[in-house]
């Protein structure tokens, strides 16, 4: 018979240890590892996920519209329609005329140098000559055709989904005495009037991401190109696919607010361009030199907020308007979050 210590020990152990779990019966699901989500405690992440060639816009800047290829184009002449204002107080100049990014560099002081020297960089990386002819395709109110008609010589044609821009861009012409070397036409850059073979170059300054299927502005830039002609384009990159809700919400906001369908990785971009017939894809990467910009523009929007709730509710300021302003915000934390890089690509036909 066991000694009284033994036994002493295990009563102490019955009393002192929980009850089993009984063993579970095959067959027999468990609630606890086969239904996680019907527990109190548990909580699902949600994830989000921006893959190419699809229109993910929720909120048209105007009312009761349709979500199709044709409202893009609208949609995107309503925002640069109605920020124009805003973009004129607070981004460009009668002289830079810039609706893009600057690009800082060691020698960059000021936000309207910054807004100058990306064209410069852009010249330079596409090797761009005086007896060019340039298509800046989305135009703007003319900004970079005028830049490269005075600074480089070569002649442009811009064309925009605007009417209102291509009026500025024209004024803007005359104004800095280019008129003759540099037209502006209201067109889509997917489907442009131009013969085949018309340009030397095809410009696209943060433009290209309008395109819901990039590959269609490639096809385009393709057959209006002359051989040996060299593509150019620079934008905002997804870095990765798969978004958690909050990250989300700031890359809709982004979306919805600039009229854009989406955003391309730079992997499905050059993709594309290669598809599309184009070789020798160069890219540079230029994140840290557009970051300027982007916290300028965050900050721009943080001391304007009292005047945005103000006016937003007084009724002064348009749906696309309050889009803008929400844009300012969230992209710089896409930026400065790396869920969006910055590069330039060059490739020749």
């Given at each position: 018979m066991p000694c009284g210590k033994t036994r002493l020990i295990r009563i102490l152990r019955v009393i002192i240890t929980p009850a089993s779990r009984p063993a579970r019966q095959p067959n027999v699901p468990d609630i606890?590892?086969?239904?996680?989500?019907?527990?109190?405690?548990?909580?699902?992440?949600?994830?989000?996920?921006?893959?190419?060639?699809?229109?993910?816009?929720?909120?048209?800047?105007r009312h009761g519209a349709e979500f199709s290829e044709e409202d893009i184009r609208v949609d995107t002449a309503k925002h640069y329609d109605d920020c124009?204002?805003?973009?004129?107080?607070?981004?460009?100049?009668?002289?830079?005329?810039?609706?893009?990014?600057?690009?800082?560099?060691?020698?960059?002081?000021?936000?309207?140098?910054?807004?100058?020297n990306k064209n410069r960089i852009l010249a330079e990386i596409a090797g761009i000559k005086p007896e060019d002819h340039v298509l800046d395709a989305g135009c703007g109110i003319g900004g970079s055709s005028i830049w490269l008609a005075k600074h480089i010589g070569c002649r442009a044609t811009g064309v925009t989904v605007s009417a209102r821009q291509v009026e500025h861009a024209k004024r803007n012409a005359e104004r800095h005495g280019v008129s003759d070397k540099v037209d502006f036409q209201q067109a889509d850059f997917c489907k442009t009037p131009f013969p085949d073979e018309s340009f030397d170059v095809v410009w696209a300054v943060e433009s290209s991401c309008y395109a819901t299927d990039k590959r269609d502005f490639f096809r385009e830039a393709y057959r209006l190109l002359r051989k040996g002609g060299t593509l150019i384009a620079c934008d905002g990159y997804a870095t990765r696919r798969e978004f958690n809700e909050e990250e989300w919400q700031a890359v809709m906001d982004c979306l919805n607010g600039w009229a854009v369908p989406n955003l391309a990785s730079v992997e499905e971009f050059q993709a594309g361009m290669e598809e599309c017939g184009f070789r020798d894809v160069?890219?540079?990467?230029?994140?840290?030199?557009?970051?300027?910009?982007?916290?300028?523009?965050?900050?721009?929007?943080?001391?304007?907020?009292?005047?945005?709730?103000?006016m937003q509710w007084l009724g002064l300021r348009s749906k696309a308007q309050t889009a803008n302003f929400k844009v300012a915000l969230a992209q710089y934390k896409v930026f400065r979050d790396k869920m969006v890089r910055y590069c330039i690509f060059r490739a020749k036909k």
């Open positions: 606890r590892t086969d239904f996680p989500f019907l527990t109190d405690n548990y909580k699902r992440p949600m994830s989000y996920y921006l893959e190419p060639n699809k229109d993910y816009r929720n909120d048209s800047l124009y204002w805003d973009y004129r107080t607070a981004w460009f100049d009668n002289e830079n005329l810039a609706l893009h990014y600057g690009y800082w560099d060691e020698n960059t002081k000021t936000h309207s140098q910054a807004l100058l160069h890219i540079t990467e230029a994140t840290a030199e557009t970051m300027p910009s982007s916290r300028r523009m965050y900050l721009t929007a943080l001391w304007t907020y009292p005047m945005q709730l103000t």
